[in-house]
T-cell receptor
Framework: GAVVSQHPSRVICKSGTSVKIECRSLDFQATTMFWYRQFPKKSLMLMATSNEGSKATYEQGVEKDKFLINHASLTLSTLTVTSAHPEDSSFYIC???????????????FGNGTRLTVT | AQSVTQLDSQVPVFEEAPVELRCNYSSSVSVYLFWYVQYPNQGLQLLLKYLSGSTLVKGINGFEAEFNKSQTSFHLRKPSVHISDTAEYFCAVSAPEGYQKVTFGTGTKLQVIP
């Protein structure tokens, strides 16, 4: 149980275009999903917290207009990288908590990540 | 705010040897502690977690960790590693603030040598 599907797993796009990454909780509902960015040999950097039906909460230093997050339902959150540039190339990972167990002592369920390459 | 320190960025160990991956945390409030494993080009998978009670926590794949409050540590151990344990390991803390934010350490790459 507790499967999070992230799509696509890999994407290559040209500089200036936009890319949408989807994060779906397949067998549970998630009122909160988290988006992370992972640099090579670095930890996961929390970009934003996505709350179903409301605006996402962004971490300091993350551009809201560049990384658009939408959490339209209890099972789907999307991250859109707008006007992508080569420096946006990275590994993006989403995670979610089951709404039935949403306390801070419950583990996160992770998607398999998306490798974005901007040429 | 809480923070997590994983001092060892890489730990090479021979197959069937024991291993310890170190994790220290800092927090002004009580925290919950986790270890996650990440295989190449994949997301993270929960290995084990400490919430309360016994300070020795057993997880999947033969791993265990010990919570030491006085030393603010939560080191991960395995008595005998396998090639398949080669992966990145992340220590994480969660505290009751804001929107249940989870803070991760910088990770330790465990390299099992045949």
């Amino acid at each position: 149980g507790a499967v999070v599907s992230q799509h696509p797993s890999r994407v290559i796009c040209k500089s200036g275009t936009s890319v949408k990454i989807e994060c779906r909780s397949l067998d549970f509902q998630a009122t909160t999903m988290f988006w992370y960015r992972q640099f090579p040999k670095k930890s996961l950097m929390l970009m934003a917290t996505s709350n179903e039906g409301s605006k996402a909460t962004y971490e300091q230093g993350v551009e809201k207009d560049k990384f658009l997050i939408n959490h339209a339902s209890l099972t789907l959150s999307t991250l859109t990288v707008t006007s992508a540039h080569p420096e946006d190339s990275s590994f993006y990972i989403c995670s979610a908590r089951d709404r039935r167990d949403s306390s801070y002592n419950s583990p996160l369920h992770f998607g398999n990540g998306t490798r974005l390459t901007v040429t | 705010a809480q923070s997590v320190t994983q001092l060892d960025s890489q730990v090479p160990v021979f197959e069937e040897a024991p291993v310890e991956l170190r994790c220290n945390y800092s927090s002004s409030v009580s925290v919950y502690l986790f270890w996650y494993v990440q295989y190449p080009n994949q997301g993270l998978q929960l290995l084990l977690k400490y919430l309360s009670g016994s300070t020795l926590v057993k997880g999947i794949n033969g791993f265990e960790a010990e919570f030491n409050k006085s030393q603010t540590s939560f080191h991960l151990r395995k008595p005998s590693v396998h090639i398949s344990d080669t992966a990145e390991y992340f220590c994480a803390v969660s505290a009751p603030e804001g929107y249940q934010k989870v803070t991760f350490g910088t990770g330790t790459k465990l390299q099992v040598i045949p």
